[in-house]
């Protein structure tokens, strides 16, 4: 897989990578997934996302009623639980990724290219899951959700 950065016409990174622990993006997609609704006339809205940046990844689960956002850190307990190689955000089917992340062991190495495809690794498991442009899923849900105050903040 290629390692370049691309920017989309939003003038968006559309490269992200990370490396995280298991358990923890595990806990975090699992508390997230709570707040998301497989049933929406929009398919992006059963989706959850995720943003890389310097400091975390965040993970945002939403049924536009509620927002659930869990951030995990860096370092826990003065334990290394992320390395963020390349910031960016993507939305991924939240049935796929729960049931995916729940399965792999140890650290999970999540990447996107600039066809909004993620591929995780982990050990001798890897696997795609085709994914939305983040941007088309802050449209649909932030606005609503913020004014009516139904958003919950987590930090691991």
């Not at 897989?1 to 016409?9: A, D, F, G, R």
């Not at 699992?30 to 310097?54: E, H, R, Y």
């Not at 999540?110 to 498991?125: G, P, W, Y």
Request: aromatic share 8%; proline share 3%.
């Amino acid at each position: 897989m290629s390692n370049c950065i691309t920017i989309n016409y939003f003038g968006v990174l559309q490269v992200m990578e990370f490396i995280v622990d298991s358990e923890c993006f595990n806990r975090a997609i699992a508390d997230v997934n709570k707040a998301v609704s497989q049933k929406t006339p929009f398919p992006i809205l059963s989706g959850i996302k995720i943003i890389a940046n310097k400091e975390s990844v965040i993970v945002i689960g939403s049924n536009a009623d509620i927002i659930i956002e869990k951030v995990i850190p860096l370092e826990m307990d003065g334990i290394n639980v992320l390395e963020v190689k390349e910031i960016g955000s993507v939305v991924l089917s939240a049935k796929y990724l729960s049931e995916l992340v729940r399965k792999l062991p140890d650290k999970i190495h999540l990447t996107v290219n600039e066809k909004q495809i993620a591929t995780l690794k982990a050990e001798e498991v890897i696997t795609t899951i085709n994914g939305f442009q983040s941007e088309e899923w802050t449209e649909l849900t932030s606005k609503e959700i913020y004014e009516k105050g139904n958003y919950i903040e987590h930090y691991q």
